[in-house]
């Protein structure tokens, strides 16, 4: 990472904050355009823009008019690309050929629950959790079970018992998303071995949705499931990509990686139904993120932990009975809002207030009284958010 106070943080960190409302708003983005007179904080995105790698590969490909389908050596570069990401910054050996291209982590998990569980089967999962997560199943025809994480400490942690106890009454998958949203938490390699046992004992599998990876704070690591041994590698497979870590979700490339041989086998039949659906842009874009766009990522994560650090102080200046634990990574905060007496939905106050956050129902019955909020933006942004949502709870 780069260390603060130098050029890379410093050159960002001035571009982060020259950001205005109206600027992110001009954008047209969902996040700013869906509610046009609030600050835009339910979606997951930064708004920061991108690495200049990205978008000079992303120049060159349009003025070589690259708009058709994507070409395998398109998809060898960019499996090259993520297989040299992984092992550098994960310690993670991948075959670059086991990782495929889809167009994102929903489709990865639309392909997982309809070509490698059993028809019927439930899905486990932990929450709270990213919202499609809990209504997606539904239109393949599943049933999903919630096991609430539990406390431990000042962390909350999988509840192995729980979900134990859902694969006996015929759960086929567990959702593991890691670093997780909406709690920003990092897992170690202790607790994926765990979630393995449990997982083996069942014979259930395991989608690791692993988007956030690249997003992780000094002092914690990110461990792909996959990686920690032989039977999480043959339960599992995993989602991932760049739209989050370096912001171009739009662009529709995310990987798929294939840890275990028979789902490798069985993929390549699967190939042309999800493949197609990934861009060629897309594939460029990530390509050149996951190659030359750690630098920029650095400075954006030593922005990033500015912030996650400085939503602390404002909260415990202006609204101290709100509970926020930085996350360990992600750019997402999970705000309880339990003591402030707004009931289950707090994030319908703040909107009256002018701030869009996700409401945390929205992320699982554990989410009640709860509200997700993106901190991935300008400084001055955040001040202005905390200073409203404040003004909120004060108008009674």
């Not at 989608?207 to 997003?215: K, S, Y």
Request: net charge negative; charged share 20%; hydrophobic share 45%.
């Amino acid at each position: 990472m780069a260390a603060p106070g130098t050029a890379t943080h410093d050159g960002f960190a001035a571009d982060a904050d020259r950001r205005t409302v109206a600027d992110l708003r001009a954008g047209g983005g969902i996040k700013w355009t869906t509610f046009p007179d609030q600050i835009g904080a339910f979606v997951a995105e930064a708004d920061f823009g991108t690495a200049p790698e990205v978008r000079a590969a992303l120049r060159e490909a349009v003025d070589a008019e690259r708009f058709g389908y994507l070409p395998p050596p398109t998809v060898d570069a960019l499996s090259e690309a993520f297989a040299g990401w992984a092992a550098r910054r994960y310690g993670w050996a991948v075959a670059p050929e086991r990782v495929r291209p889809v167009a994102d982590v929903m489709a990865a998990f639309r392909a997982t629950v309809r070509h490698y569980t059993a028809p019927g089967s439930t899905i486990v999962l932990p929450t709270p959790a990213y919202m499609p997560f809990l209504t997606v199943p539904a239109t393949l025809g599943r049933r999903v079970v919630q096991v609430p994480l539990v406390r431990d400490g000042d962390r909350l942690v999988h509840d192995l018992d729980g979900i134990d106890r859902a694969l006996a009454d015929g759960g086929g998958l567990v959702m593991l998303v890691n670093p997780h949203n909406p709690t920003g938490r990092v897992l170690d390699r202790d607790e994926l071995l765990g979630i393995a046992q449990v997982a083996d004992a069942h014979g259930a599998r395991v989608f690791a949705d692993e988007i956030h990876a690249p997003l992780v704070y000094a002092g914690r690591r990110h461990v792909p499931y996959a990686s920690v041994g032989p039977v999480a590698a043959g339960h599992a497979i995993t989602a991932v990509s760049a739209s989050k870590a370096w912001n171009v979700p739009g662009l529709k490339c995310a990987q798929l990686v294939l840890s275990d041989d028979a789902d490798a086998e069985r993929w390549a039949g699967l190939a042309e139904e999800y493949e197609e659906g990934a861009s060629i842009l897309g594939a460029v874009a990530s390509t050149a993120a996951y190659t030359h766009g750690g630098p920029w990522l650095d400075a954006a994560l030593d922005y990033l932990d500015g912030n996650r650090r400085l939503l602390g102080e404002l909260l415990a200046e202006q609204l101290p009975a709100v509970r926020y634990t930085p996350p360990e990574g992600t750019y997402l905060a999970w705000l309880d809002c339990r003591a402030l007496g707004l009931g289950d939905r707090p994030a319908e106050r703040f909107a009256a207030a002018g701030v869009a956050l996700t409401d945390g129902p929205a992320c699982g019955a554990a989410g009640a009284g709860f509200a997700r909020y993106t901190l991935a933006t300008p400084r001055p942004v955040l001040r202005d958010t905390v200073t409203r949502l404040a003004a909120a709870v004060a108008s009674g």
